[in-house]
């Protein structure tokens, strides 16, 4: 189940016995396993179409694409300002929740998309087990989530096209020495990818998420896993990836993380693995931090910069790493949004 393209309409909510079994006895990969081929959502990808997607592109054929690691995405109105206010052809989204009870029990991402007159599609990373980390186990003590996900998106009001989710790593890091009371969680990293546009016009969106609780190595095993399902499905298309690489070995100092900023590859090899298979980074993204303390004080800084845009065949301008805030100047994640202009540039060479 490395590669998953069926499509559904709606997931249905994990069930109750699924949480029990997970929750009881040891937290064995046998356990995990089990649990996690009982959960049907992990097999495919929730999609709903845009109500009428667009058939024309910007002048010039420009494309503006949206990366955001929206931290549960519980906030719905200053989330969809925040976007409203770039206006993007495809917005890239990681941690996005539906049915948690500490997002509201929403469908986030529906909430988020709809309004706009936008489509989505959506694959599971995690079913959890739990009201998730220890703040919001506290926050939200007594409460019981409708449905328990939390996963990656792309959002657009162009058509998405031939969705694919790929599975980026074996999973359970997530559950595997997680006690009951933890943050137990059944599932694993993935990327979604869809296409948009027609023939030479078209190009595939991906939004990545790498494991955080892992070594560069480990990131540069996912980034191959996620190329390599990547060259097997799209071509020569042109190819934008964007989303939380948890590249966090890089430098928090400024003048550090500007230094190495072209060759990242000997802190993060994962760098290494995108630039020989035709992919960069230089002309996409700004060489600061990313991250952001949020109103409870916490993650503290110094932060590096762990959220990327990847493109190959395509040419990237006006990047820009936008304040995720609301009209109070208070945080509504703790990282920040990505933004990049694209146009296609030629079919890309690569192995």
Same mark, same amino acid.
């Given at each position: 189940?490395?590669?998953?393209?069926?499509?559904?309409?709606?997931?249905?909510?994990?069930?109750?016995?699924?949480?029990?079994?997970?929750?009881?006895?040891?937290?064995?990969?046998?356990?995990?396993?089990?649990?996690?081929?009982?959960?049907?959502?992990? /097999?495919?990808?929730? &999609?709903?179409?845009?109500?009428?997607?667009?058939?024309?592109?910007?002048?010039?054929?420009?494309?503006?694409?949206?990366?955001?690691?929206?931290?549960?995405?519980?906030?719905?109105?200053? @989330?969809?300002?925040?976007?409203?206010?770039?206006?993007?052809?495809?917005?890239?989204?990681?941690?996005?929740?539906?049915?948690?009870?500490?997002?509201?029990?929403?469908?986030?991402?529906?909430?988020?998309?709809?309004?706009?007159?936008?489509?989505?599609?959506?694959?599971?990373?995690?079913?959890?087990?739990?009201?998730?980390?220890?703040?919001?186990?506290?926050?939200?003590?007594?409460?019981? +989530?409708?449905?328990?996900?939390?996963?990656?998106?792309?959002?657009?009001?162009?058509?998405?096209?031939?969705?694919?989710?790929?599975?980026?790593?074996?999973?359970?890091?997530?559950?595997?020495?997680?006690?009951?009371?933890? &943050?137990?969680? $059944?599932?694993?990293? +993935?990327?979604?990818?869809?296409?948009?546009?027609?023939?030479?016009?078209?190009?595939?969106?991906?939004?990545?998420?790498?494991? +955080?609780?892992?070594?560069?190595?480990?990131?540069?095993?996912?980034?191959?896993?996620?190329?390599?399902?990547?060259?097997?499905?799209?071509?020569?298309?042109?190819?934008? $990836?964007?989303?939380?690489? +948890?590249?966090?070995?890089?430098?928090?100092?400024?003048?550090?993380?500007?230094?190495?900023?072209?060759?990242? @590859?000997?802190?993060?090899?994962?760098?290494?693995?995108?630039?020989?298979?035709?992919?960069?980074?230089?002309?996409?993204?700004?060489?600061?931090?990313?991250?952001?303390?949020?109103?409870?004080?916490?993650?503290? /800084?110094?932060?590096?910069?762990?959220?990327?845009?990847?493109?190959?065949?395509?040419?990237? @301008?006006?990047?820009?790493?936008?304040?995720?805030?609301?009209?109070?100047?208070?945080? $509504?994640?703790?990282?920040?949004?990505?933004?990049?202009?694209? @146009?296609?540039?030629?079919?890309?060479?690569?192995?």
């Amino acid at each position: 189940m490395n590669l998953i393209d069926a499509v559904v309409s709606r997931f249905e909510p994990l069930r109750a016995e699924i949480i029990e079994i997970a929750q009881s006895g040891t937290a064995t990969r046998e356990r995990h396993d089990a649990c996690l081929k009982a959960i049907p959502a992990f /097999a495919t990808i929730e &999609q709903n179409p845009a109500a009428e997607p667009l058939t024309t592109r910007r002048a010039g054929g420009r494309i503006i694409a949206f990366s955001w690691n929206a931290e549960r995405l519980k906030y719905d109105l200053a @989330s969809r300002a925040l976007m409203g206010a770039v206006a993007p052809d495809v917005a890239l989204l990681t941690e996005v929740d539906i049915g948690m009870a500490r997002s509201g029990n929403r469908h986030t991402v529906r909430d988020l998309a709809e309004p706009m007159g936008a489509g989505f599609v959506y694959a599971l990373e995690f079913a959890e087990l739990g009201l998730g980390d220890s703040r919001e186990m506290e926050w939200h003590k007594g409460d019981v +989530n409708t449905f328990g996900y939390h996963g990656n998106a792309i959002v657009s009001r162009h058509a998405l096209d031939e969705p694919f989710a790929v599975r980026l790593d074996d999973g359970a890091h997530w559950f595997i020495g997680f006690e009951a009371e933890d &943050q137990r969680r $059944i599932g694993f990293r +993935n990327a979604i990818a869809a296409r948009i546009g027609e023939g030479d016009e078209s190009l595939w969106c991906v939004a990545a998420h790498f494991e +955080n609780r892992a070594t560069p190595d480990i990131r540069a095993d996912q980034a191959r896993r996620l190329i390599q399902a990547l060259d097997e499905r799209t071509g020569d298309h042109p190819i934008v $990836i964007g989303g939380d690489f +948890n590249t966090s070995a890089l430098p928090t100092d400024p003048s550090e993380l500007e230094r190495i900023f072209n060759d990242p @590859s000997p802190l993060e090899p994962m760098f290494a693995v995108f630039r020989e298979a035709g992919f960069e980074w230089q002309s996409s993204n700004l060489p600061e931090p990313s991250c952001r303390t949020r109103p409870d004080g916490t993650p503290v /800084a110094p932060f590096t910069k762990i959220d990327w845009f990847f493109t190959r065949g395509l040419e990237a @301008s006006d990047p820009a790493t936008l304040p995720a805030i609301d009209a109070e100047g208070q945080a $509504i994640s703790d990282h920040e949004a990505l933004r990049v202009t694209l @146009s296609i540039s030629k079919r890309p060479s690569h192995a």
